[in-house]
């Protein structure tokens, strides 16, 4: 692949020249630069690397599934993760598959055909038996909690997170609380929606379906949500929220219309978001940065051989007390 | 490729089994569940992608070049890209190249070697010409305006837009007027750096350097541009600040300080943001979504071969009037 210093070679100049061509510098004679833009013309052969992957058998792509990229939650991860594939000089082929498991399944061949070198699956519709099947062709690390699998999962304990959630909240007096959630069939948010219903009926709750709000991906939603609790008849004393980017839109739309924070409505976050941190929002820290950033270093170490049995990792959560609750 | 539909014919059960496998939906009993997971475990052949790719000369991806995935600006253009990208059933290689040439020309290559079947670059170092060499090769779509070039670009008037966001303060009265912005070299935000300069010349207005506000990409670098700004002797009456999610947080934390907004301080914002409309900020709705989503449906239409000449696209800017101006 011609590189700088294949480029500066047959142009005959310096590196430090080509380097000040392509980042446009004015210190660069007119003739020294006609030099290296026509190296890069002449270099105008075809060494196909996809014969190349053939031999080397190593591609240096990753691919990510995950059902969306513009879903938060989804977002911070791929955050975690980008950051560690630039360090690591590694591509990543975004796989957004809407939770299809045939487009899933699409990705996993592709590391069955050797396209790339690894796979994280952020979030999956697929079985942990159909994803075992394919750790023989590459690793696999999965960001959910999937058992002792022959793949790796780096996760949060979403289930215990949110208990401890509603544990602080009944602990600081609240009875009626209430639940904004993100997609109905998220799998993380699948686990919570069981977390709360068992904890309401254990700790003998109220519990009213109205309080389930779901739907709420955005600062907007959590803005309507805050309408909709208006407008009951008899509302939640405390809210949870998956998302302290909604739980700012639910704050600052409850505020508008005169309710006080948290005296008339207590709002509990997720994700310790840079938002929650400027609206004092009292969250429940997730590591989900941080989850990525380990995912993607686990794949490395095992795409490198480093380390070849699957690693389980569990990350820890602690809630960060503000003034919203 | 192994698909639901050869599962299912191997296996002997319908593709409605297959995917209720897949899904791990109750209803498929075990001998059916034991004999899709079987055929996924005997269709254990190895069919080389790359070299399919050698016979077909599509890869159904397009790479990605940015600076860096988690700056605000980069992942609304990102979101645009990645749901076209979704709907046309391709894949995304995300390469974050931190603003180095030398690794935009490695993703460039890659599209001379057939390993992608075309580039866009949100954001480039590179020259336009070191580009244009590349267009032998493959498609490729710009997010700037590079002018009329053999490659396409769908581009925002970064110059144009920023005067008229400066030209709408001073016709509301305020002549003391600062510039909250994310990175420094930025190449938009260069442009908008040398609008900002221009216009207070011609426009006989003060120019303080204190009033130039860097590195702010985050709501808590708005916050702390808002001390700063307390902390001035002589403060600016009016800031425009690149980024709706940093004018949030500087005026939340202005708010704070008794500062009220627009009287004390007037705050314009960017980029139309869920946020901005919460905080009822008055923005500059420069479209980046759109800019992601045509830019895919630029590279697509050529890829397909649909239509081979360079487009150039420039979209259009408002401003949106709300409370903060």
Redesign the interface.
């Given at each position: 692949?011609?590189?700088?210093k294949e480029i500066a070679r047959i142009a005959g100049v310096s590196v430090t020249t080509v380097?000040r061509?392509?980042?446009?510098h004015p210190y660069v004679s007119k003739d020294k630069r006609a030099a290296v833009?026509d190296t890069?013309?002449q270099l105008?052969y075809?060494?196909?690397?996809?014969?190349?992957?053939?031999i080397t058998g190593r591609t240096g792509?990753v691919?990510v599934i995950l059902p969306f990229?513009?879903f938060f939650y989804f977002?911070i991860v791929?955050?975690g993760l980008?950051?560690e594939?630039?360090l690591a000089q590694y591509?990543?082929?975004?796989?957004?598959t809407?939770y299809s498991?045939?487009e899933e399944?699409?990705v996993l061949?592709?590391l069955?055909?050797?396209?790339i070198d690894g796979v994280v699956i952020v979030s999956t519709?697929?079985?942990p038996?159909?994803i075992e099947?394919y750790t023989?062709?590459g690793p696999i690390v999965t960001c959910q909690n999937s058992g002792e699998r022959r793949f790796s999962s780096v996760y949060i304990e979403h289930y215990a997170a949110f208990r401890h959630g509603l544990q602080y909240l009944i602990g600081k007096g609240y009875r009626k609380i209430g639940y904004c959630e993100g997609r109905q069939n998220g799998s993380s948010s699948s686990i919570r929606q069981s977390a709360f219903r068992e904890f309401l009926a254990e700790n003998k709750l109220p519990f009213q379906e109205a309080w389930m709000i779901y739907d709420c991906m955005?600062?907007?939603h959590g803005?309507a949500a805050a309408r909709s609790l208006l407008e009951m008849r008899e509302r939640p004393d405390a809210v949870i929220v998956s998302g302290d980017?909604v739980a700012?839109?639910l704050i600052?739309?409850s505020r508008k219309h005169g309710l006080r924070i948290p005296e008339d409505l207590a709002v509990m976050g997720f994700d310790n978001q840079?938002?929650g941190?400027?609206?004092e929002i009292t969250t429940i820290d997730n590591q989900l940065y941080e989850m990525g950033a380990s995912a993607f270093r686990i794949i490395h170490e095992q795409i490198r051989g480093d380390s070849t049995l699957p690693v389980y990792r569990k990350l820890a959560y602690r809630i960060i007390e503000r003034s919203t609750v």
């Open positions: 692949m011609a590189n700088i380097s061509v392509l980042n446009n833009l890069i013309d105008n075809t060494r196909n690397m996809n014969a190349v992957h053939l792509a691919a990229i513009n977002s791929m955050d980008a950051h594939a630039l591509r990543l082929i975004l796989c957004q809407n498991p045939e399944l699409k061949e592709m069955r055909n050797k396209e519709a697929l079985q038996e159909v099947e023989a062709y955005t600062e907007e803005a980017h700012a839109g600052i739309e840079p938002i941190r400027l609206l």
